[in-house]
Every structure is written in structure tokens, then in C-alpha cells.
């Protein structure tokens, strides 16, 4: 497939997090939602911290209750860990990747095998505009098994099409539309390269053969 005619488009920005896979808008890079975990000890703000990053609360009142919730010394590490990749989506929402990165990286520490962790934490290297590393990323997330690989590929071909790799990021939105038939997002992201395919092809029949 020639490449020629793909746009080059790239929404850079973090905009809106929807919970249920933690999808950006536009650029549309999604994230892993927070799973339910048994926090040890049953502390209030662990609860309020969770509940609050699924309902797609930010704000700066969530942060701190994820920040307290994590002083709790019987955490167990599951929470634990839990708990930082929730605060760390409140920091990515907030545009502080560098904060994000630094949750993420603390559960990666204990845990490489987190892909929950890796996935979220290419979304932050896509924040700050990092979009080699975050392919990296998502493509180990995507090798541990990613509750919704969809999201992955649809991930990676944002970070793809802002590296000028056209064919890669059109596959992975068809990846992502192959798995979740009907899926919005990549539905649009693939009408999108269609559209610029016919406009090529209607502005090279419209253009008037050269003179002999």
C-alpha cells in the first residue's frame, strides 16, 4: 500500500480520560483502567482514591487521596501497587507526565511484568512527546497480555503516525478495529486515512494532463 497519500496527523496533548480503559480522546492513546483490589486494612482513602480515578475524577483532591492512601503501612503490595498506577493516571490527566513516569516506574520496579504499568506508562511518554520509547512499551505490555489489546494497538499507532510511519500506524488501527469490531475510535482514525486517500486520488484526476 503506498503511503503517499496517508496524512501526517498527530493530535498532540493529553485531553480527556474516559475510565473503562483509560482512552484519550485526541490523540485517543488509551490506558489500562484501574483494576478492583482488596486493600489490607481497609483503609478510606485507598477506596476513595480507586473509586474516584474510575468515575474519571483528576482532580487535585483524588491526588491527595491516593497519596495518602499509599502512607498506609499494611498496605499489601497488589494494593500498593494498585494504588500508585491510580495516582499515576491522576498525574498523566493532570499533564505531569515526569510525575506519572515516576508512579509507573516504582510498580516496574517490583513487578516487570506489570502491564498495566507499561501501557500507562507509554501514555506519559507520549505525553512529553517520547513516542519511540512508548512504542516500547506498549508492544511489552502487549507481549504480557493486556486486558484490552485494542487499546494497545490503537496506543501504538498514535505513537507511530507521530513518528511519520504511516503504514505502521494504519495497521495498528486496523489491528484495533480487527479485535473490537466496530470500535469508535479506531473506526474514525481509519475513515480518517480513507478520507485522505480520496482526496489524493480526486485531486490527481482532477489535475489537467501536461501540454505535448
Known sequence: MSSAWLPRRFRAGIPALVVAGVMLAAPAVAQQAPRAITIIG?????????TSVSAGDFSELTLNTCTRALRNPRLNDEGEAQLLINRGIVHLRQGNGEAAIADFDVVLEEDDENAEAHLNRAAALVQLGRYGPAIAEITEALSLGVAEPHKA???RAAAREALGDIRGAYEDYNTALEIQPDWGPASAELSR???????HLAAVLSDPAPQQ
Open 42 to 50: 481497609g483503609d478510606v482513602h485507598a477506596s476513595r482514591c480507586i
Open 193 to 199: 486515512f480513507a478520507r485522505g486517500r480520496r482526496d
Open 153 to 155: 494497538y490503537f496506543n
